[in-house]
């Protein structure tokens, strides 16, 4: 006789055992992991000899591949997850990993590189040596989610150490450091960069999502320790970032991972996305692409399914069962198979829906997130269910077993012994490529955290909107700073001191024009302007009095202005 089960009893069945292998396979594994991962941090680390003090290897794998270098990306993520963990009490022995990372960083940054120098684009070289010199050979550089990702982490720290009362430390180390990654981004953010996966150099969703959080909560930090007309440049092009990062949604319910390539653009680099700008303040936000926002959760289908048929190992698994998922289907990198970190990455966001539905106590299925639920529920209706609600339940529940689901697939390809490879065979599940990666077992902890309700704080994602028109910005391409001139000059009652210069900002040399300075702190005049970001300025002062005009003696003054931030110029009279 064979049994008949409707589609979603079936799933149901096999979902708590899978909720089952989950609680073991976590519980077992979670230790291994975070072992695994301080392996692979100098200088102590069993795995990475010869790094320095607070450098994170990427792997200890030193030949096919060679992953023995530490990757700016790679750091900051395995370190944002340290802090989180000492930061919110879940590991309080992490102390002196954070404040090596922190020396460590200061060091890295100043090493000039392929990419250049720390003032000229130098911050985006994507990997270094791990005892702290330049890597020349040929890469795809720059990187530009590293020096975000670098603030975005040190930023939760420096915002713990304020709310210990510990604001010196703040305002001298860390503040200089966050600083010249937050110039960087607010400089650079709209040239074209290498993805995450180092191939395409286009502009890149996760690389645009996570610096557009940098500089939301840089604002926020500059701000806390008086640095108002910094935190204000970084506001501007936070705004112009939130407003690039909806061009990437796209007709057919899911995010473009890269504006070039040439691929599908279903990609982890979303998901990654997701879950490294999650806020739990910020609800189902898709403004910032929350992890339950309707087209996070579209999107997250989407990325699913395109793996569900290519590998060998998802046959046969059914569409509201978690399956092997990969960076994107294109791929063909070591035999291009699915990676352990993105797969855990589906169950992270899921994890992190779960507990803001919790915390809202109600979810909401709207058009764009249909295709999701009704994956899991077929013939589920648009609407909002508050978690009074037996859809509350019943939607909640097939979410955590989905999620579940794909926390079984790692424990099924997770080799005895707990190691965690980079990848897993797509025909046998077999480990693949390096060893030991250590953003493999971040992950795995994120993901655990997640699973246990585990929240980040806040960044800023709340309420949100976005501007309704998308200016460029950086690199000479709109953003601005806000210069303040200051000249000391003697005057006579009734005669005033103006300023002009070569750009339309003073008014093109003219003298008929030129802007009128405030004596209220004479004899100092001074006027602060907004300024082309990173730009070659030329000016003068001239006085006017009784209609004549008299200009500052030769030759031109001249300065070149920041990436971003403010900047004053302190002159005498000539
Ligand atoms: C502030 O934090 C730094 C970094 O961990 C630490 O070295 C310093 O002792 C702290 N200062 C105070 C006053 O707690
Ligand atoms: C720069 O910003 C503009 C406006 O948002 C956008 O259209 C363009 O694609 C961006 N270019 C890059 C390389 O980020
Ligand atoms: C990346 O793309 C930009 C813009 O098209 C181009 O100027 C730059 O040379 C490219 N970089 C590399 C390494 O191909
Ligand atoms: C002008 O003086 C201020 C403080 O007095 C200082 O912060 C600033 O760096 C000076 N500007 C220049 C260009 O030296």
Not at 32 to 48: E, F, M, P, V, Y
Not at 254 to 270: L, W
Not at 274 to 299: E, K, M, W, Y
């Amino acid at each position: 006789m064979r049994l008949l089960l409707p589609t979603f009893l079936i799933g149901a069945v096999c979902a708590s055992a899978q909720t089952n292998t989950a609680d073991t396979y976590l519980a077992s594994e979670s230790p291994i992991a975070k072992t695994g991962l301080l392996a692979n941090i100098g200088s102590s680390g069993a795995k990475s000899q010869g790094a320095k003090p607070g450098i994170v290897i990427a792997s200890p794998s030193h030949s096919n591949p060679d992953y023995l270098f530490t990757w700016t990306r790679d750091s900051a993520l395995v370190f944002q997850a340290i802090i989180d963990q000492f930061t919110l009490g879940i590991d309080t022995s992490l102390r002196s990993q954070v404040d090596n990372f922190v020396a460590s960083q200061k060091i890295i940054q100043q090493v000039s590189n392929p990419s250049g120098s720390v003032s000229s684009g130098g911050l985006g070289e994507p990997k270094f040596n791990i005892d702290q010199t330049a890597f020349t050979g040929a890469w795809g550089r720059p990187q530009r989610d590293g020096p975000a990702l670098r603030a975005n982490a040190l930023i939760t720290w420096a915002n713990f150490l304020i709310s210990q009362s510990n604001t010196s430390y703040v305002a001298n180390t860390l503040w200089p450091i966050i600083k010249l990654d937050l110039d960087y981004v607010a400089s650079f953010w709209n040239q074209s960069t290498f993805d995450l996966w180092e191939e395409v150099n286009s502009s890149s969703f996760f690389t645009t999502a996570v610096q557009h959080r940098s500089l939301r909560q840089g604002a926020a930090l500059a701000t806390a320790i008086g640095q108002t007309s910094v935190a204000s440049g970084y506001t501007t092009q936070a705004a112009n970032l939130l407003c690039f990062l909806q061009s990437y949604w796209n007709a057919a319910g899911y995010m473009t991972a890269n504006t070039g390539g040439g691929r599908s653009g279903k990609d982890a680099n979303t998901v990654l996305a997701s879950i490294h700008t999650f806020d739990p303040a910020a609800g189902c936000d898709a403004v910032t692409f929350q992890p339950c926002s309707d087209r996070a959760l579209a999107n997250l289908v989407t990325y699913v399914n395109a793996f569900r048929s290519i590998y060998t190992i998802n046959s046969g698994i059914a569409t509201n069962v978690g399956v092997a998922t990969g960076r994107y289907p294109e791929d063909g990198y070591m035999g291009g198979n699915p990676w352990y970190l993105t797969t855990l990455a589906v169950a992270e966001q899921l994890y992190d829906a779960l507990s803001v539905w919790k915390q809202q106590g109600t979810l909401s299925v709207t058009a764009v997130s249909q295709p999701f639920f009704a994956a899991l529920s077929p013939g589920i209706s648009i609407g909002a269910y508050p978690s009074s609600t037996s859809t509350y339940t019943t939607l909640t529940a097939a979410v955590k077993n989905f999620a579940d689901s794909f926390i079984a697939v790692v424990a099924k390809y997770t080799p005895s012994g707990g190691g965690l490879a980079e990848q897993y065979s797509r025909s046998n599940g077999a480990p693949v490529s390096a060893v030991d990666l250590t953003w493999s077992y971040a992950a795995l902890l994120t993901t655990l955290g997640a699973r246990e309700g585990v929240v980040p704080v806040s960044w800023g994602a709340k309420g949100l909107t976005v501007p309704s028109t998308c200016e460029r910005g950086g690199g000479g391409g709109g953003g601005t700073v806000a210069v303040t001139f200051k000249v000391q000059a003697t005057t006579t009652f009734g005669e005033n001191i103006y300023v002009t210069g070569s750009v339309d900002a003073l008014v093109n040399w003219s003298p008929d024009n030129a802007l009128i300075l405030s004596a209220a702190t004479y004899p100092i005049w001074s006027i602060t302007i907004n300024l082309p970001a990173s730009t070659s300025i030329e000016y003068k002062y001239i006085r006017k009095f009784n209609g004549a005009i008299t200009w500052e003696s030769d030759p031109n003054r001249k300065f070149t202005t920041p990436a971003a931030g403010s900047f004053t110029l302190n002159d005498s009279w000539k």
